[in-house]
């Protein structure tokens, strides 16, 4: 069975400052994706990025980087310019090749001090 | 539309009585989850369908979970004689299938609380 680890309860950052939030994942696929998802406080849980293991390059989307070592099947989530509002729960989250049900780490908070 | 949405958002019930939870998913996502996560952890898949089909259930839904999705449409999830371990929020997601790749998109949830 898949699993996914975020060793990281806690981290906190200073705003504009850069953050990194570790996960590592256990699959023997070969075919699968990785994700991480923002989850405010009381509010819905969105999607911040996704990286398809086939990939090398690391997906970007503005502030927000991946570092992907297949290798070492670790998935790392960087913030640059923290701002206030990415104060949230963080979750890696995986998916097989087939791509339906997501197995999700135990999340990560972020507090961003001003 | 904006988005997938989940009736009621709150719902405190004493154990052994049922509850009924409805989601209502984007319009045209054929996929649709449901998720349960408890206090500190992250999401646990339950199941999901792919248009009226229930393809998948997780080992986590015992007897007294049953899910639905007449039409393809909305979905309800019924849990019969509640116990307090079933306390959770329960996440309902749905997406488009096209292709390999398909993006969940998540409702805010229902939380259950089980007196």
């Known amino acids: 069975a898949q699993t996914v680890t975020q060793s990281q309860p806690e981290m906190s950052v200073q705003e504009a400052e850069t953050v990194t939030l570790s996960c590592t994942y256990d699959?023997?696929?070969?075919?699968?994706?990785l994700f991480w998802y923002k989850q405010p406080p009381s509010r819905q849980m969105i999607l911040v990025i996704r990286q398809e293991a086939y990939k090398q390059q690391n997906a970007t989307e503005n502030r927000f980087s991946v570092n992907f070592q297949k290798a070492a099947k670790s998935f790392s989530l960087k913030i640059s310019d923290s701002q206030l509002g990415d104060a949230a729960m963080y979750f890696c989250?995986?998916?097989?090749?087939?791509?339906?049900?997501?197995?999700f780490g135990k999340g990560t908070l972020l507090t961003v001090n001003p | 539309d904006t988005g997938v949405s989940q009736d009621p958002r709150h719902k405190i019930t004493k154990r052994g009585q049922n509850v009924t939870f409805r989601c209502d998913p984007i319009s045209e996502h054929n996929r649709l989850y449901w998720y349960r996560q408890t206090l500190g952890q992250g999401p646990e898949f339950l199941t999901y369908f792919q248009n009226e089909a229930q393809l998948e259930k997780s080992r986590l839904l015992s007897d007294r979970f049953s899910a639905e999705r007449p039409k393809g449409s909305f979905s309800t999830l019924e849990i019969q004689r509640t116990e307090q371990g079933d306390s959770a929020m329960y996440l309902c997601a749905s997406s488009l299938a096209v292709g390999l790749y398909n993006e969940q998109f998540f409702g805010p949830g229902t939380r259950l609380t089980v007196l």
């Open positions: 989250a995986y998916a097989g090749g087939s791509n339906y049900k997501l197995t």
């Open positions: 699959t023997s696929e070969s075919d699968y994706y």
